[in-house]
């Protein structure tokens, strides 16, 4: 294949790199989310499990003594674990106390347009919304986060993130029971993000435009840095999140001892991955299992990510190494059930010679040759239909491309098998310099010309510097004649 250099190619003269590491002395206790399972509201007959969420400015210390300015959900950083059952109906109350405006997106969850929080979806300050839908999907590890047209970097930066579990309805059905599954016992959220914190401890961001975005010097866990979590039981469950803007990490354990990896963005593998090692671009999840000996400590790291044909001399390629949280176990431990052997049935992605196939290059920070315009449709989609994608990054840095609405399942990269870590339920996948990675997947079953979904790279500087497309999933769209653009904004 031809290889294309973007003008945007890293340029290490441009400016220093943020890349000065401020010692972190590790005992902070590891913060656990609240975990917030919302209120059954039988007001309107079937009952709807309703959250609220107030997005709202703070002041949180990174650094002992130092503020700096942030956002929260319900709080000053971070927001609560919200939680829900497949087969249930939900409601979430957002209450704009910020000032200004915001949405609220639900990342990996299979909804209506109309209730994903895109960029069409602003709550003015002081404004409420209230969208609402019927879960339906595997039990996975979602999340929720600000999505404005050219400012999700700042809001997602200075704290606006949280998870949403979504579980199966009778968990001992499904042959992950005995996944651990005490929320911050030992079912650990775990939100992992780099921080480019000034000497005064405040968030910064990096306006340089340099090949991957903002790169932090600081590791947080959970809004913490240098953070331990007190191991109690035999194996712990880490529910891992990249909510970094720009950020690749590989994690895996100081002494490279190995663990299991059980569910990917959109819910359970096939069985667990045994690993020593797993890398996520920003916004993947990956839960994992790890087991600890009674009395020993062991700290969860990044190493350097591999990042494939990024120069290794690349500042700006982010591959360093960092140390997120340490793991001490208790002199006992409560013994875990041993890892089931198989953990789930993957629906077979649909067939791709029925599929309608479209192709999209990502270079520099267009998508198609286009950058994102909410006025403009890039394609229409039928509802439920089968789609084969073929996504090429023609750049010497990385990307990454998400889908809003659907889970998906990466066929192969430049024709070889994906990594068993990336071949199951996925709704981000990294794009490596110079890779073609091929998909499938089902749109959404829910038909609405009004309202797009988007699609686009989650490096949150490329996202607000328009590297994004909409579509729109509607009746009488014929599956094969979808492609360019044209129609009407929603
Ligand atoms: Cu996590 Cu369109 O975003
Ligand atoms: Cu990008």
Same mark, same amino acid.
């Given at each position: 294949?031809?290889?294309?250099?973007?003008?945007?190619?890293?340029?290490?003269?441009?400016?220093?790199?943020?890349?000065?590491?401020?010692?972190?002395?590790?005992?902070?206790?590891?913060?656990?989310?609240?975990?917030?399972?919302?209120?059954?509201?039988?007001?309107?007959?079937?009952?709807?499990?309703?959250?609220?969420?107030?997005?709202?400015?703070?002041?949180?210390?990174?650094?002992?003594?130092?503020?700096?300015?942030?956002?929260?959900?319900? !709080?000053?950083?971070? !927001?609560?674990?919200?939680?829900?059952?497949?087969?249930?109906?939900?409601?979430? =109350?957002?209450?704009?106390?910020?000032?200004?405006?915001?949405?609220?997106?639900?990342?990996?969850?299979?909804?209506?347009?109309?209730?994903?929080?895109?960029?069409?979806?602003?709550?003015?300050?002081?404004?409420?919304?209230?969208?609402?839908?019927?879960?339906?999907?595997?039990?996975?590890?979602?999340?929720?986060?600000? @999505?404005?047209?050219?400012?999700?970097?700042?809001?997602?930066?200075?704290?606006? #993130?949280?998870?949403?579990?979504?579980?199966?309805?009778?968990?001992?059905?499904?042959?992950?029971?005995?996944?651990? @599954?005490?929320?911050?016992?030992?079912?650990?959220?775990?939100?992992?993000?780099?921080?480019?914190?000034?000497?005064?401890? $405040?968030?910064?961001?990096?306006?340089?435009?340099?090949?991957?975005?903002?790169?932090?010097?600081?590791?947080?866990?959970?809004?913490?840095?240098?953070?331990?979590?007190?191991?109690?039981?035999?194996?712990?469950?880490?529910?891992?999140?990249? #909510?970094?803007?720009? &950020?690749?990490?590989?994690?895996?354990?100081?002494?490279?001892?190995?663990?299991?990896?059980?569910?990917?963005?959109?819910?359970?593998?096939?069985?667990?991955?045994?690993?020593?090692?797993?890398?996520?671009?920003?916004?993947?999840?990956?839960?994992?299992? =790890?087991?600890?000996?009674?009395?020993?400590? =062991?700290?969860?790291?990044?190493? #350097?990510?591999?990042?494939?044909?990024?120069?290794?001399?690349?500042?700006?390629?982010?591959? &360093?190494?960092?140390?997120?949280?340490?793991?001490?176990?208790?002199?006992?431990? %409560?013994?875990?059930?041993?890892?089931?052997?198989?953990?789930?049935?993957?629906?077979?992605?649909?067939? %791709?010679?029925?599929?309608?196939?479209?192709?999209?290059?990502?270079?520099?920070?267009?998508?198609?040759?286009?950058?994102?315009?909410?006025?403009?449709?890039?394609?229409?989609?039928?509802?439920?239909?089968?789609?084969?994608?073929?996504?090429?990054?023609?750049?010497?840095?990385?990307?990454?491309? @998400?889908?809003?609405?659907?889970?998906?399942?990466?066929?192969?990269?430049? !024709?070889?098998?994906?990594?068993?870590?990336?071949?199951?339920? $996925?709704?981000?996948?990294?794009?490596?310099?110079?890779?073609?990675?091929?998909?499938?997947?089902?749109?959404?079953?829910?038909?609405?010309?009004?309202?797009?979904?988007?699609?686009?790279?989650?490096?949150?500087?490329?996202?607000?510097?328009?590297?994004?497309?909409?579509?729109?999933?509607?009746?009488?769209?014929?599956?094969?004649?979808?492609?360019? #653009?044209?129609?009407?904004?929603?």
């Amino acid at each position: 294949a031809a290889v294309v250099l973007a003008p945007l190619a890293p340029s290490l003269a441009a400016c220093a790199a943020p890349e000065d590491v401020p010692k972190v002395e590790f005992g902070a206790k590891l913060p656990i989310p609240p975990l917030d399972a919302g209120t059954l509201d039988s007001a309107g007959g079937s009952p709807v499990r309703t959250f609220h969420l107030a997005p709202q400015a703070g002041t949180h210390e990174f650094v002992a003594g130092k503020a700096a300015d942030t956002m929260g959900y319900n !709080g000053a950083y971070l !927001g609560p674990t919200l939680r829900a059952s497949r087969g249930e109906k939900v409601r979430v =109350v957002v209450e704009n106390r910020l000032t200004e405006e915001t949405t609220v997106h639900f990342h990996g969850v299979q909804l209506p347009a109309a209730a994903d929080g895109g960029p069409h979806a602003m709550i003015a300050a002081g404004a409420t919304a209230s969208p609402e839908w019927m879960f339906d999907q595997p039990a996975a590890t979602l999340w929720y986060h600000p @999505h404005p047209h050219g400012n999700t970097e700042k809001q997602v930066g200075l704290g606006l #993130a949280g998870m949403f579990l979504v579980d199966e309805p009778a968990p001992a059905a499904w042959g992950a029971a005995a996944l651990p @599954h005490e929320y911050g016992v030992d079912d650990i959220p775990l939100i992992v993000q780099d921080r480019r914190l000034d000497p005064s401890g $405040k968030i910064t961001f990096d306006p340089s435009g340099n090949s991957i975005g903002t790169l932090g010097n600081s590791i947080a866990a959970n809004g913490v840095l240098g953070a331990v979590l007190p191991v109690t039981t035999q194996r712990v469950r880490l529910r891992i999140l990249n #909510a970094s803007a720009g &950020r690749w990490f590989r994690f895996g354990f100081a002494d490279h001892r190995r663990f299991h990896m059980v569910a990917s963005d959109g819910g359970l593998l096939a069985a667990p991955l045994e690993l020593d090692a797993v890398q996520l671009s920003p916004a993947e999840r990956a839960e994992i299992i =790890v087991e600890m000996a009674p009395g020993e400590s =062991v700290m969860l790291k990044s190493f #350097a990510p591999d990042l494939g044909r990024v120069n290794p001399a690349d500042a700006f390629g982010g591959g &360093r190494e960092f140390d997120v949280v340490r793991l001490d176990a208790g002199a006992t431990l %409560t013994p875990s059930a041993a890892l089931p052997a198989a953990l789930a049935e993957l629906a077979a992605p649909p067939d %791709t010679r029925v599929a309608t196939s479209r192709s999209f290059t990502f270079s520099g920070r267009q998508i198609n040759g286009k950058t994102m315009d909410m006025n403009r449709i890039d394609f229409t989609a039928a509802p439920g239909g089968a789609e084969v994608w073929y996504v090429d990054n023609v750049n010497a840095f990385q990307h990454n491309l @998400h889908i809003h609405g659907v889970q998906f399942r990466l066929l192969d990269i430049d !024709g070889a098998a994906p990594p068993p870590e990336r071949a199951g339920w $996925k709704d981000t996948i990294p794009l490596m310099p110079r890779e073609r990675n091929r998909l499938a997947f089902r749109m959404p079953k829910y038909a609405d010309a009004q309202h797009p979904y988007m699609f686009h790279c989650h490096l949150l500087t490329h996202e607000d510097q328009g590297m994004m497309g909409q579509f729109v999933v509607a009746d009488g769209s014929a599956p094969a004649a979808a492609a360019g #653009a044209g129609g009407s904004a929603g």
